[in-house]
């Protein structure tokens, strides 16, 4: 399975299935693609807040593909023609024939559209599995307790951490996320897109791996992939 990050929030999963997660490119200034360089099977989408759901509704469109959210979010984005896939938090869908778990995120959400600034249910996280390998995506969150549940009821391989803080947890609450979840890789997200959330990758895979007996931290530039 490779795991490659498209920036920010943003990561393709793919083996014989491609799924992207958070597809924010056009307005981040560290994506490596565009929207319509994207070839995928589902498109899933962690919260409304624009810097998550993205480009979501575009590739859907491309790729003719499923977009999978939050019930709420998913009634919104359903009124734009596209296949929306609606789910909750504690609940599997296979979506192309992949398993996705959604998880609790400790965040807010919201969808701007035609309507203006409308409420779009819970933010969440995912838990994908392909081919017997688990990835969970955080989503926009901090740490809570409930972290060691998602790592003992799933066990992912994987881990997608935000770092940045300001809007999400910083390195501090990341370390102590790794360690309640125990992944066998961490790959830290959500960092550096923007001047408040800046953080240094480097000082979370110091403090995450010396605290955390197993675990690798792995850095990623835009556009760079790990392989499990
Ligand atoms: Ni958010
Ligand atoms: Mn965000």
């Known amino acids: 399975m490779k795991i490659r990050w498209l920036g920010h929030a943003c990561f393709l999963v793919e083996n ?3 799924i992207i997660i958070d597809p924010f490119l056009t307005g981040n200034p560290l994506a490596p693609v565009k929207p319509s360089d994207v070839g995928v099977d589902a498109v899933l989408v962690t919260h409304g807040h624009g810097d998550h759901l993205g480009d979501a509704v575009e590739i859907a469109r491309n790729n003719d593909c499923p977009v999978v959210a939050i019930h709420e979010l998913s009634r919104i984005l359903g009124e734009q023609g596209i296949e929306a896939v609606g789910m909750n938090i504690g609940g599997t869908a296979t979506v192309s024939d992949v398993a996705v778990t959604m998880v609790k995120a400790f965040h807010s959400a919201d969808y701007e559209g ?3 600034i409308i409420s779009a249910g ?4 995912f838990v994908v599995e392909m081919d017997g390998k688990r990835v969970y995506h955080c989503g926009d969150t901090d740490v ?3 972290m060691e549940l ?3 009821l799933y066990s992912p391989n994987v881990m997608l951490v935000p770092i940045g803080g300001w809007y999400t947890m910083g390195v501090k609450e990341a370390v102590k996320a790794v360690e309640l979840v125990k992944p066998e890789i961490a790959i830290p997200m ?3 897109t923007f001047p408040v959330i800046e953080a240094d990758p480097e000082e979370f895979k110091k403090e995450a791996e010396n605290r955390v007996e197993g675990v690798r931290v792995v850095i990623l530039k835009p ?3 790990v392989e499990i």
């Open 150 to 152: 998602i790592g003992e």
């Open 114 to 116: 035609e309507r203006g």
């Open 16 to 18: 014989k299935r491609k």
């Open 190 to 192: 959500h960092y550096n």
């Open 122 to 125: 819970d933010p969440a996280g």
């Open 144 to 146: 809570f307790l409930d």
């Open 223 to 225: 556009g760079e992939h």
